[in-house]
């Protein structure tokens, strides 16, 4: 963004081609934003019009559909829905942090018997379905009574089963310079404290994105709370918006269902808003980097 | 979602790097070494063992069983194998899998690598319209997005009248068994944003000497894309290949939300994870689900080797990378 | 819900930061596993199928329970049908299911079979639960092989719901007694007239063949299997086909786009068959009016009807057999509760309840007077407990009859697909 203010005004063809490319560009733009720009528009519209009325925005925009939801649904308010995902995508990004880059410093940085071994067992597990696992560990959280906990849905984010996070950090702990360390094993460092106050900080950009990263997946998350909560009041966000539509024996609320998508969208735009750098120079790299 | 490339080349590098390593890792600080990186490691072993590699033992062993959670598990050979063949909706949730992949996927890459190309053509607003484009990749996989779809593809809404107006009626995609899987296809390229970024970074690897050269010789833009461009980001290509592909097996969410739960009409969007979860937790036929996944990793293992052994062919890596 | 379980999840999020251990457990604290405490409270967890509206009736009359028995709290959690038997069923088979909840005709067999139903019989001995003051020995619905598995909360019955609005148009008035042909010709009649289709999809709800079935003298299902035959049923679904493809019958591309919604209420069809109690649905959703006629005959009688119902069940497995039955008893006896819940899961069935709660709004009192009418005319038979396996059968042919319509499969191939789904239910 900050390149468009600094280059001075092309002229003749070069300036043509410059126009043709942004009208392609906000074209393309255009049909990609169309849904979240609806979404918006829609959140505004009684619910008969939502489906069939062409007009992004309406004539006469309504706020009862917002307002329906602060009475909640089903007695249960729908913040209690919001504290839900927020618990479990900070809880999911503490998780992330510290077991991921524990395991990543293993392998980055310690030399020990059987790395290989583990790192391409770890590898595998990156493009391992996760269906494969889904029945056997449901059994399992089911004999130790944990359905309907969270403790399913958290237990492997404090255990580095998410490869991908782990590997992330690797790369970017093998790229720090090795001397950094040397010199502070000969001050007599062990390795919880080249971990902790020389390894971590310099990480900070890779921590950054695995959490936001994390937080948003967690947001997002369908699967696990549909398999693993049964209670409306422990609900995430995710499972409050289908109470929604799932309404059987009693009319959907359409107006109600939309109004509450956009705001469960809101976080996750903000987010990307406030840390888009982060993310898309993080999703970049782990491409590229080796 | 940024892995494989690396993998790639890397993993030969560091067992050599290993195998030079070895003689350090004797003797007292090798012993010392050793506890270190196991106790560091021990929460992902912990995870690995109790959450990886317990639960695909067990899977495999479910899946020649008889188990509905209410009995013990009772062998029964390749039963829920043969079972899977001879049953039509098993077939029909592998066809529309594979219908789903092998359309969304090529569709998604395609246009994250034009739109790339046409932002690596221009500094200007690029890292706006690289933000903008990525930004469904972050929420496309929310239920928010899947009833924002459905309600798009409706009888009435915006994609049934535009289609109208250019001619070929065909109502609403959501209720139509011939035309509801493109909804979903719609959705996934829809995210194509997460793949065009990779690509662009690999655009900007591309040494622009290269192409001058290339301009020096007479070269066209499509000749210059096909024997430079395509060559020089066939990493980043295979890489994304890879990611897609075996994503794209798994999709669930998106349509469990679009097709309200039912995975249909007429089984239409029964996608496999969504059969799977229809035998495991609705009809607690759970040996089958687990076989049907042990099929499903089969599927996905064939194709990584598929991939990983075409790419001698056609991934060209720079010796000098690192 | 309540703020009890706020404190403990702000005590959670407080501990997510100290560290993974203290996290699971505090989780797992949440899960709780309804016991006695300190003080002789003893905790009862109760779930149940429905939405919004009932949630906040149960919740009304809970809290009236809770008044009357300071002793005991319920905590209560709840899902939509389907997800609802998904995970009553995980929770069954870990040994785990709720102490009371919603049941069915359908699921009786199923899990008596596996040991998760309570016999009430014992408890109401032992005066903790009555059995006495209910309508039209409704309670008959609840026993299978001389148990008391269940107690009904309210009746109901199949009926034909109809878009009053466009039958006027049509000019078509359906009368007792009348026939499928009349129905049929009336379907046509509103389809020329109107423009709109006469039925939703008749032909794919599971209720409604049965009774056409029962007319016939057979059943859907018997003890332990289907009361039908392949050529029963692929003669019901290729005349239902043709009346899709006539334009009769609403095109279930359409209807499977209105969902949530119905296609009646949606103005895409100009009658639907379901349970009366569900009547209610249709005026809120639609803006229509709408109103309830009979189920046509063939003989110009005989209807097939029989009252079905919700019940309430307890768990075998429940360590507070007492307080479960206490709790059932007052929630299908308590005057108060019945004036809360009123027709929500069917005309009340107990006669203390039905008597208290007097409808208000036209459509609860058509539909009592529906099924005062129904029951008048003597043509209610009997409901038998269905086989172990009816929900999937249920289930199954929703799915491929529904499917069927989209012409993507032959009607030989639907019927053969059905009845091998079937027999694999019934032995699962």
């Known amino acids: 963004m900050s390149a468009t203010t600094t280059k001075p005004p092309a002229l003749g063809r070069k300036h043509t081609g410059s126009l043709v490319w942004h009208l392609g560009a906000l074209l393309i733009l255009a049909v990609i934003l169309y849904p979240v720009i609806w979404v918006i528009g829609a959140s505004f519209k009684p619910s008969k019009d939502i489906i069939n009325s062409l007009q992004l925005f309406p ?32 809880g999911s990004v503490v998780g992330i942090l510290v077991s991921c880059s524990l395991t990543a410093y293993a392998f980055a940085r310690i030399r020990f018997a059987g790395r290989n071994l583990l790192f391409s067992l770890m590898i595998g597990t990156l493009l391992l379905p996760y269906h494969v696992l889904l029945i056997p560990q449901y059994v399992m959280f089911q004999k130790l009574q944990l359905v309907n906990t969270y403790v399913p849905l958290l237990i492997g984010k404090y255990l580095a089963t998410e490869a991908f996070f782990v590997f992330l950090m690797v790369q970017f702990m093998r790229n720090l310079p090795k001397e950094l360390d040397e010199a502070a094993r000969l001050d007599g460092c062990g390795h919880l404290r080249i971990y902790w106050s020389i390894v971590l900080p310099l990480c900070r950009p890779a921590l950054i994105t695995s959490a936001i990263f994390t937080f948003i997946n967690a947001w997002n998350d369908f699967m696990g709370p549909l398999i693993y909560l049964n209670e409306p009041g422990k609900y995430t966000v995710s499972l409050g918006l289908m109470m929604f539509r799932d309404s059987d024996g009693v009319a959907a609320n359409y107006g109600g269902m939309i109004a509450m998508s956009l705001v469960a969208l809101l976080p996750v735009l903000l987010f990307f808003l406030a840390f888009q750098r982060y993310l898309i120079d993080g999703m970049a790299t782990s491409g590229l980097k080796g | 979602m940024g892995t494989a490339v690396t993998l790639v080349k890397d993993s030969v590098p560091t067992t050599r790097k290993a195998r030079s390593a ?52 009772k062998w029964v050979g390749f039963d829920n194998f043969t079972a899977m063949f001879d049953d039509p909706r098993w077939r029909k949730s592998v066809e529309v899998t594979a219908k789903y992949v092998v359309i969304g996927t090529p569709l998604k890459l395609l246009l994250a690598l034009g739109v790339a190309l046409l932002l690596a053509q221009s500094r200007r607003g690029q890292a706006f319209y690289r933000a903008a484009f990525y930004a469904p990749s972050l929420i496309g996989a929310s239920v928010s997005i899947g009833f924002v779809w459905r309600s798009l593809f409706s009888d009435g809404a915006v994609v049934d009248r535009t289609q109208s107006f250019l001619g070929f009626h065909v109502g609403g995609w959501v209720g139509n068994a011939d035309w509801v899987l493109y909804c979903l296809v719609a959705l996934t390229v829809w995210q194509f944003g997460a793949p065009m970024v990779i690509f662009l970074a690999g655009l900007k690897q591309v040494p622009r000497e290269l192409y001058e050269a290339a301009e020096m010789d007479g070269a066209g833009p499509f000749r210059r894309f096909w024997s430079i461009t395509l060559p020089m980001i066939s990493p980043v290509l295979f890489f994304n290949v890879l990611l897609e592909t075996i994503h794209s097996f798994q999709i669930f969410g998106s349509a469990y939300v679009v097709s ?57 890596y720079e010796e000098d990378a690192r | 819900m309540g703020t009890g379980t706020n404190v403990e999840r702000r005590t959670v999020l407080k501990a997510a930061g100290v560290s993974a251990v203290t996290l699971g457990l505090a989780a797992t604290a949440c899960g709780g596993n309804g016991g006695t405490s300190a003080d002789g409270t003893v905790t009862i967890r109760y779930s149940w199928w429905g939405a919004e509206e009932r949630a906040k009736k149960i919740n009304q009359s809970i809290a009236l329970f809770e008044k009357k028995y300071p002793k005991i709290k319920v905590k209560t959690d709840f899902q939509t049908y389907q997800s609802f038997w998904e995970k009553f069923q995980t929770q069954a088979a870990g040994g785990n299911p709720p102490d009371v909840f919603q049941n069915a005709v359908g699921f009786l067999r199923k899990y008596d079979r596996r040991g998760i139903l309570l016999d009430l019989n014992s408890q109401v001995k032992a005066g903790n639960l009555s059995l006495d003051h209910f309508r039209a020995g409704v309670t008959k619905v609840g026993e299978v092989d001389g148990k008391q598995l269940g107690v009904p909360v309210g009746s109901n019955t199949m009926a034909l719901v109809i878009d009053k609005k466009v039958f006027e148009r049509a000019g078509v008035d359906p009368a007792t007694g009348w026939t499928w042909d009349d129905y049929f010709k009336a379907l046509k009649t509103i389809h020329d007239k109107t423009k709109v289709p006469g039925d939703t999809g008749y032909f794919a709800i599971m209720y409604l063949y049965d009774l056409y079935l029962r007319q016939n003298g057979k059943a859907f299902f018997t003890k332990d299997g289907l009361g039908f035959d392949k050529s029963d049923l692929t003669e019901w679904w290729t005349d239902g086909y043709g009346r899709v493809k006539a334009g009769i019958v609403t095109d279930p591309k359409i209807v499977a786009q209105d969902q949530p919604k119905s296609s009646l209420s949606a103005g895409h069809g100009a009658s639907e068959f379901t349970w009366d109690n569900f009547t209610v649905r249709y005026s809120a959703e639609g803006s229509s009016t709408y109103g309830l006629a009979p189920i046509p005959t063939m003989d110009g009688k005989h209807t097939g009807q029989y009252l079905a119902s919700l019940m309430l069940s307890a768990s ?50 058509e539909i009592a007077q529906y099924e005062d009418t129904t029951a008048k005319s003597g043509v209610l038979g009997t409901i038998t407990p269905h086989p172990s396996g009816a929900d999937t059968v249920e289930a199954a042919f929703l799915r491929i009859g529904g499917d069927l319509g989209q012409g993507k499969t032959k009607v030989t191939d639907a019927v053969k697909q059905f009845f091998t789904e079937s027999q694999a239910a019934f032995q699962a």
């Open chain 1, 59 to 90: 004539g006469h925009p309504i706020l009862s559909n917002f307002k329906g939801l602060a009475d909640g649904i089903a007695d249960i308010k729908i913040w209690t829905f919001f504290e839900n995902s927020l618990f479990y995508a900070l």
């Open chain 2, 260 to 316: 309200n739960t039912y995975c249909g009409p007429a089984d239409a969007t029964l996608v496999y994870t969504c059969y799977l979860y229809q035998k495991g937790f609705k009809d607690a036929q759970m040996g089958f689900a687990a076989a049907m996944a042990w099929m499903l990793l089969l599927a996905v293992a064939l194709v990584t080797a598929v991939l990983f052994w075409s790419q001698k062919k056609w991934v060209h």
């Open chain 3, 316 to 365: 075998a497995h429940t360590s507070h057999p007492k307080e479960a039955a206490q709790f059932i008893d007052f929630m299908v006896h308590d005057p108060a509760v019945g004036t809360i819940m009123g027709y929500d899961r069917g005309i009340l069935a107990s006669t203390e309840q039905y008597a208290a709660f007097k409808p208000t709004d036209t459509v609860s009192k």
């Open chain 2, 22 to 73: 070895a003689p350090v890792t004797k003797g007292r600080r090798g012993r010392r070494e050793n506890l270190a990186g196991y106790l560091f490691m021990s929460p992902w072993i912990a995870g690995f063992l109790l959450l990886t590699a317990g639960p695909m033992v067990a899977s495999l062993y479910f899946a020649f069983t008889d188990y509905n959670l209410f009995n013990s598990p």
